[in-house]
């Protein structure tokens, strides 16, 4: 979905608050990039924005359906939650095993992904397009929105620790991105002050529950939206721009 504007110029800034554990995120994220996908949705700038659906979540992680019972009363209903996510991705083409994901504290992995989009390569701008998988949709270009997805998949579909420095480490270098230097970024604490400054922030402008996504610092929509109607937000908010 890269498209004739490779620099991002004239895209819509759109900021996606998401966690990498969270079911209804990456849900959200292939509804976004179908969305992205329709002919009336104006090219848009992605920048990955950090929340944290459980910052108490200890360093060793847990598999989730423990978790699941414990916050939400018991293995029935916990079992209940998972088939319905489920059901839920797989009609966006996602293969959730959730029966062997670990519970996570998600610090690091948004260190990480802070660093990815500050070190400029490859800008996150998408033109629409009809291009793509065969659901009509394609992934996000740019190392951020690859490493995001990247980590998506390792906790839903794979069944990794998504708090080990050696998958994140593992991940980065996936996409692109420089293995020492991951290295390097996760064991010095690198990204720290800004990512807690961009959780606060989150905090401040009422953002409680994720996806949640900011078109051009003004208007936010909240939750996994249908492609059609995150289509119409942005191309209305992109044609106020211009006005």
């Not at 459980?54 to 360093?59: E, N, V």
């Not at 610090?107 to 400029?120: E, K, V, Y």
């Not at 991105?177 to 807690?196: C, I, K, N, P, Y």
Request: hydrophobic share 40%; aromatic share 6%.
């Amino acid at each position: 979905m890269t498209g004739s504007n490779p620099t991002g110029a004239d895209a819509l800034d759109v900021r996606i608050y998401s966690d990498v554990v969270c079911p209804w995120c990456y849900i959200g994220k292939r509804r976004f990039e179908a969305a992205l996908a329709l002919p009336e949705c104006p090219p848009v700038r992605v920048r990955w924005m950090p929340f944290q659906l459980d910052p108490g979540a200890p360093a060793q992680g847990e598999p989730v359906a423990e978790a699941y019972a414990k916050k939400f009363g018991g293995a029935a209903r916990a079992q209940q939650i998972m088939a319905q996510v489920t059901e839920a991705a797989a009609g966006e083409g996602l293969e959730f095993h959730l029966d062997r994901a670990i519970r996570s504290n998600t610090f690091d992995a948004h260190r990480l992904l802070w660093w990815a989009g500050s070190i400029g390569a490859n800008p996150e701008t998408s033109t629409s397009t009809s291009t793509g998988s065969g659901s009509g949709s394609a992934r996000l270009p740019g190392q951020q929105s690859a490493l995001k997805e990247s980590l998506l998949a390792a906790y839903f579909n794979e069944g990794l620790d998504v708090s080990d420095h050696r998958v994140l480490a593992a991940r980065a270098t996936e996409v692109g991105l420089d293995t020492d230097q991951a290295t390097e970024v996760l064991a010095s604490g690198t990204g720290t002050d800004e990512v807690r400054s961009e959780l606060a922030d989150a905090m401040a402008h009422d953002v409680t529950a994720v996806p949640t996504f900011i078109l051009d610092g003004r208007l936010a929509i909240p939750g996994a939206q249908d492609p059609a109607t995150i289509a119409r937000h942005l191309a209305r908010i992109a044609a106020s721009t211009t006005q």
